[in-house]
């Protein structure tokens, strides 16, 4: 078998999947080369120390780590040091293979190549790959200023509280943004966190900010119309991202895709209050991400089927007309990060073989 198609099929065990394709073949032709690709074949999802991957590709040390460095440094593997030792492991699609090259902002033939490529592979099959579970690898978390403090909130709703839980701010350009550019929405707002913030700081793809400015940053998004998303676990946020409908993978999923699970909607829906809202059409025409409040007479009027819960229509109401509340049937958050694993899946048939490539 093709080394090449030997890696996809090694990534197509992880949760966003990586189904075949003619395009995601020529996109890892792309991202390494056929001295790197022998090396990735031999590695885990979990950093192993680089000793251990020369043994297992039966190379050198030496010529391990400069592939492997020189793999992290084209963000198409994950790398830590674990006291004196370097540790590297294998990225998945998505969050991944598809954003990190990206992070820097993109330009040049490659990139462009790259995004065309990515472009059409997901809307091939990475997208509902994504998306393919009942469990949904991203969730909705609305925005904070818009929950009713007067109703119990849980704590990984609050995007101020979660962010205490992180030691590492990472901020870099979005991926989707950047690759896409379907529209002039801001690009600077992708937030990743602890170990893979730190990666991506010291490979150059993202620059460190504090707790304070990744708040910053949050605000900056909400102003500009952007959904947050995040990891689908109630542990910590994992990364951060600040979706637009017609560039970001998770909202693509729903928007353009039509798929159900695209993403896991906030436990959040939008309510109007007839009697002071004007019809001014704001909450309809800037606002809404997935055409779930339309002006009808001079009301605004909320489909409760579509609505996500990210609360842009409520910070963009001038008269407070809008308010987020609680939702009749609330989706199950998992627990921790390995749960969310766990029963995506479980759910895909493929919890063997993926638990295999974390340890084997």
């Given at each position: 078998m093709d080394q090449y198609e030997k890696l996809r099929e090694i990534l197509d065990k992880h949760l966003a999947g990586a189904p075949p394709?003619?395009?995601?073949?020529?996109?890892?032709?792309i991202l390494f080369t056929p001295e790197e690709i022998k090396i990735a074949l031999v590695m885990l999802f979990s950093p192993t120390p680089v000793n251990e991957i020369a043994a297992k590709a039966?190379?050198?040390?030496?010529?391990?780590?400069?592939?492997?460095?020189?793999?992290?440094n084209k963000g198409v593997v994950f790398n830590r040091r674990k006291g004196e030792v370097m540790e590297y492991s294998l990225l998945p699609t998505i969050p991944g293979l598809f954003e990190f090259p990206f992070m820097k902002g993109g330009g040049g033939p490659e990139h462009e190549a790259l995004a065309k490529l990515w472009e059409e592979y997901h809307r091939e099959g990475?997208?509902?790959?994504?998306?393919?579970?009942?469990?949904p690898i991203a969730r909705v978390i609305p925005?904070?200023?818009?929950?009713?403090?007067?109703?119990?909130?849980?704590?990984?709703?609050?995007?101020?509280k979660m962010l205490e839980r992180n030691d590492t701010y990472a901020l870099a350009h979005c991926a989707c943004r950047v690759s896409v550019g379907a529209c002039d929405k801001p690009r600077d707002v992708c937030?990743?966190?602890?170990?893979?913030?730190?990666?991506?700081?010291?490979?150059?793809?993202?620059?460190?900010?504090?707790?304070?400015?990744?708040?910053?940053?949050?605000?900056?998004?909400?102003?500009?119309?952007?959904?947050?998303?995040?990891?689908?676990?109630?542990d910590r946020l994992n990364l951060l991202c600040n979706c637009c409908p017609c560039c970001c993978t998770v909202l693509r999923g729903l928007t353009q895709l039509k798929n159900p699970n695209a993403f896991a909607v906030s436990r959040w829906q939008s309510q109007v209050d007839a009697s002071l809202c004007t019809g001014c059409g704001i909450c309809e025409d800037e606002r809404c991400p997935v055409s779930a409040i339309k002006v009808e007479g001079s009301v605004a009027v909320v489909d409760q089927e579509r609505c996500i819960g990210c609360g842009l229509c409520v910070s963009a109401c001038d008269v407070e007309a809008v308010h987020l509340v609680p939702r009749q049937h609330v989706p199950e958050t998992p627990q921790t990060s390995t749960d969310m694993a766990l029963q995506i899946t479980a759910e895909k048939g493929t919890t063997a073989d993926f638990v295999k490539l974390m340890n084997r």
């Open positions: 394709s003619e395009k995601f073949d020529q996109i890892l032709r039966g190379v050198s040390v030496e010529d391990a780590w400069a592939l492997c460095e020189s793999m992290a990475l997208g509902d790959s994504f998306a393919g579970s009942r469990t925005i904070e200023k818009a929950i009713d403090t007067r109703i119990e909130v849980l704590p990984f709703e609050v995007i101020s937030l990743i966190f602890d170990r893979t913030g730190r990666y991506l700081i010291e490979r150059g793809f993202a620059r460190e900010i504090t707790q304070k400015e990744a708040l910053d940053v949050v605000r900056r998004a909400e102003e500009g119309g952007l959904v947050h998303t995040t990891n689908n676990s109630q």
